[in-house]
């Protein structure tokens, strides 16, 4: 496979069709900053593919921005047709008051209007004349294109279209290379860069030196991700910018408090009060959404192996970011699967593969470290800029990776202290892991004082897990939502 193939594989990758896409402009504003590699990984990286530098949308003059809307993106109590059913129990919507303002509104408030990617595309196709179908010639073009990339292989695309048969339609592609150079065309989403990281392992080679091995880190910058699903406007009905508190008006429930999408928990109310003693108050907190699944493991040429990240904002209401075929949740990162043969022992390699993983996450999650500290105006799906400030909240993974990111062994529980033999035990309340305190037992075990925590809490030697630095969540097990299965 060429180098140029091989720099396709990511951006066609399952789950992110690019015929399925809304078509968008490439929003990439600029390059990613080359980060620091984990000095106790002695990982080296070489930038291999650089993004494009894009361009700056159109500043558009705008009116004073509007007395924001305090609707809640359920149903209201007029809409109702099913008292029964809890998703449609009459809803009263209590607004996010600013604590020191004391306002209402000022959380997410929109500062001006802007258009979308997605309408400066269709202003732009339909200044130019373009076909809504271009690059392909119209409908049955597309339609066959749409089909060619999700059900047939590129070599069964290839004697596809140099069938005599399939030649007699005309198409504007004759063989898969031709196709391919039309699929690149379309508008995508953000673009891929490539890292290679060097690791250094402890088995000597014939020369007496230190072996080493490659691996290549796929990703996509978070923040521009973010960008495109906020600002899709495919989801401008379920997306919110703010947090309410949502309470039943049925008088036979108990508990009227209705917890049902993210912006109607605490959590999301903590992040808004936090953000707002800093004096930030229109920002417009968005979660994000982090999973790994290494169980999806793809192989590519040339003995490379590597398993997806996914990305999506707690914004976009469930029901819409549950569904793949929306992309509201993006493929953002190729994590390498790697052997790491040139260890000599099981526990170093283990080791290594924990370090390896979290060198990896701070590479990709390093942008949100400022734009969750200072916030990134961002052209939302309604039309309106808003200062988003991306923090990660969730990471959705199976308990092996849990502890990978809780930076445990895995005969713990990733969310909390309780002992190994304990597992299963009914106990009250077991303190939960917290992420300063993690910090401080890794440094003071990474300066060899003596830290009997280390051992008694299961934890790993990395020094840097990607956490770290990411604002602003105190206790670990918020990061990890799902509760820990019983021991294997
Ligand atoms: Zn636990």
Not at 5 to 28: F, I, Q
Not at 108 to 123: I, N
Not at 441 to 450: G, N
Request: some cysteine; hydrophobic content about 35%; overall charge neutral.
């Amino acid at each position: 496979m060429s180098h140029a193939a091989k720099r396709r594989r990511p951006g066609s990758a399952p789950g992110d069709t690019v015929l399925r896409r809304p078509p968008s402009p490439n929003l990439s504003l600029s390059t990613i900053p080359l980060s620091t590699p984990s000095r106790c990984l002695q990982v080296s990286m070489t930038r291999r593919l650089l993004p494009m530098p894009g361009h700056l949308p159109p500043r558009v003059p705008t009116p004073p921005p509007p007395a924001p809307v305090l609707q809640s993106r359920r149903a209201r109590v007029d809409e109702v047709p099913d008292q029964d059913d809890p998703e449609n129990m009459d809803r009263y919507v209590q607004p996010f008051v600013d604590p020191v303002t004391g306002r209402i509104g000022d959380a997410g408030r929109p500062l001006r209007r802007e258009q979308t990617a997605f309408d400066r595309l269709r202003d732009e196709m339909k200044r130019s004349g373009t076909s809504k179908y271009c690059p392909f010639a119209d409908d049955e073009e597309w339609e066959l294109a749409e089909w060619l990339t999700r059900r047939v292989n590129q070599t069964g695309t290839d004697e596809f279209l140099k069938l005599k048969s399939t030649r007699r339609q005309n198409h504007s592609f004759h063989n898969n290379r031709a196709f391919l150079k039309k699929v690149d065309a379309l508008p995508t989403g953000p673009d891929w860069t490539c890292h290679v990281l060097t690791i250094t392992g402890d088995k000597l080679d014939e020369d007496g030196q230190r072996m080493k091995e490659e691996v290549e880190l796929w990703i996509r910058d978070p923040v521009e991700c973010i960008r495109e699903i906020i600002g899709n406007p495919a989801f401008k009905e379920h997306t919110a910018y703010a947090p309410e508190r949502v309470y039943s008006c049925n008088p036979a429930s108990e508990d009227d408090r209705i917890l049902d999408e993210s912006w109607t928990a605490d959590e999301w109310h903590r992040l808004q009060e936090r953000l707002a003693r800093l004096g930030k108050h229109d920002a417009c907190v968005s979660p994000v959404i982090l999973a790994t699944d290494k169980t999806k493991l793809t192989d590519f040429g040339g003995d490379k192996a590597a398993y997806p990240g996914y990305l999506g904002i707690a914004n976009t209401g469930k029901e819409i970011r549950r569904q793949p075929s929306t992309h509201a949740t993006l493929l953002c990162a190729y994590l390498p699967a790697a052997k790491l043969s040139c260890f000599s022992s099981d526990d170093a390699q283990s080791l290594a593969t924990y370090r390896l993983f979290h060198a990896c996450m701070s590479i990709l999650l390093e942008p949100l470290i400022a734009a969750g500290t200072d916030g990134v105006e961002m052209v939302c799906a309604d039309g309106w800029v808003r200062r988003v400030f991306p923090i990660l909240c969730a990471y959705v993974a199976d308990h092996p990776e849990q502890c990978l990111v809780a930076v445990c062994k895995q005969n713990r529980c990733p969310r909390c202290l309780v002992q190994h033999w304990e597992r299963g035990e009914n106990l009250s309340a077991p303190p939960l892991r917290s992420k300063d305190e993690t910090l401080r037992i890794l440094r003071d075990h990474k300066e060899r004082k003596s830290v009997p925590e280390f051992k008694d809490q299961g934890l790993n030697a990395v020094y840097q897990p990607f956490w770290a630095n990411l604002p602003p969540h105190r206790h670990l097990h918020l990061l990890l939502p799902r509760p820990s299965p019983p021991a294997p």
